[in-house]
């Protein structure tokens, strides 16, 4: 069977969550229907060993980076469209299918899914800074923030090869505009946020620092709507305390930003990270 899709799962330091998210991809799948490739890099542990399955090919390398990775499964996909999706977030065979079905809609060049959250294990002010987040974001989200999103081949020519930048997501929501971007109704992915504060303030300083970068290559993200947070406090949507927490938060963010500077690395974010049992368990 000729794959209708490719998708490229790059994974640093994995091990506890590739099983779950491929066995997840997988069910339900036609043999050779999906066409993944799992990029090890610069792992510790036992993420390629972990990923092995059948209609899984698995590269290693011992470079660190998810844009090295990102580029190293591209070269090896096989088809359009191709669908980048990370080794913690979650998407089933449905939500794939459906990611395919958007991308061969006419004009459409890139897509991403709806995102849900899972809050297991997350602690009350963490959810109380994310309500508040999503609230503000949920109006003009597509392509980032959602750990999934697929090309068209003509999408693919526009952004790759990819260069090393922090926001991958970011960086390719940024050279679409309109209609060109859909966030597809009928797919949805799951993404586990960070459980603690400081885990949280980690991924945030490391956002801002990508957010940075993108706009010094003049790929800046699209700002959010002037007064976008009296809309939320007016809608209700999210009530004093959580907005309290949120400012509170925000503030300390921004100084470890700025103390942080240009000092990168290539992490994982164990906090959120947990071994799951596998359809084998």
């Given at each position: 069977?000729?794959?209708?899709?490719?998708?490229?799962?790059?994974?640093?330091?994995?091990?506890?969550?590739?099983?779950?998210?491929?066995?997840?991809?997988?069910?339900?799948?036609?043999?050779?229907?999906?066409?993944?490739?799992?990029?090890?890099?610069?792992?510790?542990?036992?993420?390629?060993?972990?990923?092995?399955?059948?209609?899984?090919?698995?590269?290693?390398?011992?470079?660190?980076?998810?844009?090295?990775?990102?580029?190293?499964?591209?070269?090896?996909?096989?088809?359009?469209?191709?669908?980048?999706?990370?080794?913690?977030?979650?998407?089933?065979?449905?939500?794939?299918?459906?990611?395919?079905?958007?991308?061969?809609?006419?004009?459409?060049?890139?897509?991403?899914?709806?995102?849900?959250?899972?809050?297991?294990?997350?602690?009350?002010?963490?959810?109380?800074?994310?309500?508040?987040?999503?609230?503000?974001?949920?109006?003009?989200?597509?392509?980032?923030?959602?750990?999934?999103?697929?090309?068209?081949?003509?999408?693919?020519?526009?952004?790759?090869?990819?260069?090393?930048?922090?926001?991958?997501?970011?960086?390719?929501?940024?050279?679409?505009?309109?209609?060109?971007?859909?966030?597809?109704?009928?797919?949805?992915?799951?993404?586990?946020?960070?459980?603690?504060?400081?885990?949280?303030?980690?991924?945030?300083?490391?956002?801002?620092?990508?957010?940075?970068?993108?706009?010094?290559?003049?790929?800046?993200?699209?700002?959010?709507?002037?007064?976008?947070?009296?809309?939320?406090?007016?809608?209700?949507?999210?009530?004093?305390?959580?907005?309290?927490?949120?400012?509170?938060?925000?503030?300390?963010?921004?100084?470890?930003?700025?103390?942080?500077?240009?000092?990168?690395?290539?992490g994982t974010d164990a906090?959120?990270?947990?071994?799951?049992?596998t359809a084998a368990s």
């Open positions: 069977m000729k794959p209708t899709v490719s998708v490229v799962v790059p994974a640093h330091n994995e091990e506890a969550v590739i099983a779950a998210g491929l066995d997840t991809l997988l069910a339900g799948a036609e043999p050779g229907e999906f066409d993944v490739v799992v990029v090890a890099n610069g792992c510790s542990d036992g993420t390629a060993r972990a990923a092995a399955r059948p209609g899984v090919r698995v590269l290693e390398t011992a470079t660190p980076g998810k844009a090295h990775a990102l580029r190293l499964g591209d070269a090896a996909c096989r088809t359009f469209p191709r669908v980048y999706l990370d080794a913690d977030v979650r998407l089933d065979a449905g939500s794939l299918r459906a990611l395919v079905a958007a991308a061969g809609s006419p004009g459409v060049l890139a897509c991403a899914p709806q995102v849900s959250w899972d809050l297991t294990g997350v602690g009350p002010l963490v959810r109380r800074v994310l309500a508040v987040h999503e609230e503000l974001i949920r109006p003009g989200r597509a392509l980032a923030g959602v750990g999934v999103y697929a090309l068209t081949a003509e999408g693919h020519s526009r952004v790759f090869p990819l260069p090393d930048v922090i926001s991958d997501d970011g960086y390719v929501d940024s050279f679409f505009t309109g209609d060109e971007r859909v966030v597809v109704a009928g797919a949805r992915s799951v993404v586990r946020p960070a459980r603690t504060v400081r885990a949280h303030l980690g991924r945030r300083v490391r956002v801002r620092q990508g957010n940075r970068q993108l706009a010094a290559l003049g790929r800046p993200l699209r700002p959010l709507e002037a007064g976008s947070l009296r809309r939320v406090i007016r809608s209700g949507a999210a009530g004093p305390l959580n907005v309290a927490c949120y400012l509170a938060v925000l503030a300390v963010d921004r100084l470890l930003t700025r103390l942080r500077g240009d000092r990168q690395d290539w906090s959120s990270r947990h071994n799951e049992p």
